[in-house]
C-alpha cells in the first residue's frame, strides 16, 4: 500500500518509501497506560513504512494532533523512579555539551514527565527552567517544587519568544510527535545564537532492536516515526543546526525495569519479578546499549 502521508523529515513520497511493519492495533487492549511512558509494552504499531531516501520509519496514517493530545493528557503515570534515573543518564551523557555552552540561564524541555531533568539543569546552573508536557499524571507525580516549571499541554513555538532559550532538550519524544521537523525549527528558532538542540531517540537499527524485531519495545502504537542515525541527522542537518553529534547512549535503569520491557510470557514475566524483589535483586541498577542515540546540534552564532 502506498503512503498516505510523505516522509515528515525529507519530505520524500510513496515512490521512495516501502512497507515496513503492517498496523496490528487491537483496540481492545488499549488502557490507560497505552500512552503513558516507560509502560509495558504491548508490541502494537501503526501502519509503517521506511523511507528510502532518509531512512526514517513513519506511520503513514498517523492520529490528528487533537486525538493525540487527548490520548496524552488522559494517560496514567507509574515511572517516576525511571524518570529520575533517566534524568541522570542524560545529564551525563550531555555534560561535554553542556560544557561548551556560551551561557547556561535558560532550557525548555519538551515531554519534561515529571521535570526530573529540569531538576539536574539547575543543579548545572540554568536558572530560567521551563518544561512543556501534556500528562496531567505525570504533572501530578512530580514534586511540588518542580510543578512551577512545567506547562500542561503539548508543544506550541508561539508560546514562547524567539531567541530566548540556551538550551532546548526533547528526550524519548521525538517519536511520539506528528511533525518532528516542526519541532526540530520550532527549536531553532526558539534558541538563541550559539543555544543547541539536544534528543534522545530509539535507533531502529539498533542491534537488539533488530534482533528482537517487532518483539522490541519500541514497537509501539505511540510512535509516530522511529529513527536510525541517517535520519536523525537528515532532520537536524536540513533545519540549519550546525555541529550535529549522534552518539549512542548506555541507559541506566533498575532491573525491575529491564525486566518489565522484556518479551518474555506474562507467567515467566511475574515470577521472575516476584523473585527478583524477594532477593533484592528488583532494584540493582543495570547500564544496557538498547540501542538509543543522543543527537544534538549548534544553532549557528
Not at 549522534?246 to 535503569?253: A, C, P
Not at 528488583?282 to 546540534?297: A, D, E
Request: proline letters at 6%; hydrophobic letters at 40%.
Amino acid at each position: 500500500m502506498s503512503p498516505r502521508r510523505s516522509c515528515p523529515v525529507c519530505g520524500a513520497g510513496s515512490p521512495e518509501a516501502r512497507s515496513f511493519l503492517r498496523s496490528n492495533v487491537d483496540l481492545a487492549r488499549l488502557d490507560e497506560f497505552s500512552y503513558a511512558s516507560r509502560k509495558t509494552p504491548e508490541y502494537m504499531n501503526l501502519n509503517l513504512v521506511r523511507c528510502l531516501r532518509c531512512d526514517l520509519v513513519y506511520a503513514d496514517e498517523p492520529p490528528s494532533q487533537d486525538d493525540l493530545a487527548h490520548a496524552y493528557h488522559v494517560a496514567d503515570y507509574d515511572s517516576a523512579e525511571e524518570a529520575d534515573d533517566a534524568a541522570a543518564t542524560y545529564i551525563r551523557a550531555m555534560q561535554p555539551l553542556l560544557n561548551a555552552l556560551p551561557k547556561r540561564e535558560s532550557v525548555l524541555e519538551i515531554g519534561t514527565g515529571t521535570g526530573a531533568l529540569l531538576e539536574q539543569l539547575a543543579q548545572q546552573g540554568f536558572t530560567e527552567l521551563v518544561g512543556v508536557e501534556p500528562s496531567a499524571a505525570a504533572i501530578a507525580a512530580a514534586p511540588r517544587h518542580r510543578r512551577a516549571w512545567i506547562r500542561e499541554g503539548v508543544f506550541e513555538e508561539q508560546k514562547f519568544a524567539p531567541d530566548s532559550f540556551d538550551l532546548i532538550c526533547c528526550f524519548q519524544t521525538m517519536e511520539h510527535v506528528r511533525d518532528p521537523k516542526v519541532v526540530a525549527l520550532a527549536a531553532f528558532r526558539l534558541l538563541r545564537p550559539g543555544g543547541a538542540f539536544v534528543t534522545v531517540t530509539h535507533d531502529y537499527r539498533g542491534r537488539l532492536n533488530r534482533l528482537l524485531g517487532r518483539r522490541s519495545p519500541i514497537i509501539d502504537i505511540e510512535h509516530m516515526q522511529l529513527f536510525s542515525d541517517p535520519s536523525i541527522r537528515t532532520l537536524f542537518e536540513t533545519t540549519g543546526y550546525r555541529d550535529v553529534r549522534v552518539e549512542r547512549l548506555i541507559n541506566r535503569y533498575a532491573f525491575r525495569y529491564w525486566w518489565r520491557l522484556a518479551p518474555a510470557p506474562g507467567p515467566v514475566k511475574r515470577a521472575v519479578a516476584k523473585g527478583a524483589e524477594t532477593v533484592r535483586l528488583g532494584g540493582v541498577k543495570l547500564g544496557v546499549n538498547v540501542g538509543n542515540s543522543m543527537t544534538s546540534g549548534v544553532k549557528p552564532a
